[in-house]
């Protein structure tokens, strides 16, 4: 069964500081794999999109790596602002499957000044 | 572009009411999705169309529900008769072929049944 994996799920830190934030995959075949930012209160919003291809996609201050051999992906954010506070949800598509999704449960980001 | 357009934001129904939520995709996309989203699932996908022919709703969780897309810039998702377990935030989303077939959400409805 295809499957997605995050950790943390939660995580404070203090503005201006940095973040990683985790997660693993077990989509076969795997086609791309992006990471959302939810607001609360509103609709996930897309960061970054990387293929097989892809290792490293950077949105801003939003860097995203791809370990396609391990399956595993990383956000990292630096120098975190008030506003980056929100839930980052991992997605994996299935290659050949459409528009099939398979989401994370997310990491919901606290960044306090 | 105004983005995916959903109504209502908010919705409280009592149990045993049919609800109906309502999406316009953004114009030129070919695909649309109804997800559901709680604090214990996640994010889970309901039902997609292509062309507004339904073309995946193994999600759909019982036949309470349904959706419809009659035309190229409006679905529906109805919940007849609504429980409360189906409180939950709905969101669409759509995307247009090819390329990496980004989806764009919209704000979602916040379906609370009582």
């Known amino acids: 069964k295809n499957q997605v994996e995050q950790s943390p799920q939660s995580l404070i830190i203090l503005e201006g500081k940095n973040c990683t934030l985790q997660c693993n995959y077990t989509v076969s075949p795997f086609s791309n794999l992006r990471w959302y930012k939810q607001d609360t209160g509103r609709g996930p919003v897309s960061l970054t999109i990387?293929?097989?291809?892809?290792n490293t996609k950077s949105n801003g201050r939003y860097t995203a790596t791809l370990d396609a051999d391990t399956k595993q992906s990383s956000l990292h954010i630096t120098a975190s602002q008030l506003s980056d506070s929100a839930s980052y949800i991992c997605v994996v598509g299935e290659y050949n499957a459409g528009n099939m999704l398979t989401f994370g449960g997310g990491t919901r980001l606290m960044v306090k000044p | 572009d105004a983005g995916v357009i959903q109504s209502p934001r908010h919705e409280v129904t009592e149990m045993g009411q049919e609800v109906t939520l309502r999406c316009k995709p953004i114009s030129g996309h070919d695909y649309l999705f109804w997800y559901r989203q709680t604090m214990m699932r996640g994010l889970e996908l309901l039902i997609y169309f292509n062309n507004n022919v339904p073309i995946d709703d193994s999600g759909m969780p019982e036949d309470r529900f349904s959706a419809k897309m009659p035309n190229a810039s409006f679905s529906t998702l109805k919940i007849q008769p609504s429980e409360p377990r189906d409180s939950a935030v709905y969101f669409c989303?759509?995307?247009?072929?090819?390329?990496?077939?980004?989806?764009?959400f919209g704000p979602g409805t916040r379906l609370t049944v009582l």
């Open positions: 989303a759509s995307s247009r072929s090819g390329g990496y077939n980004e989806q764009f």
């Open positions: 990387m293929t097989f291809s892809e």
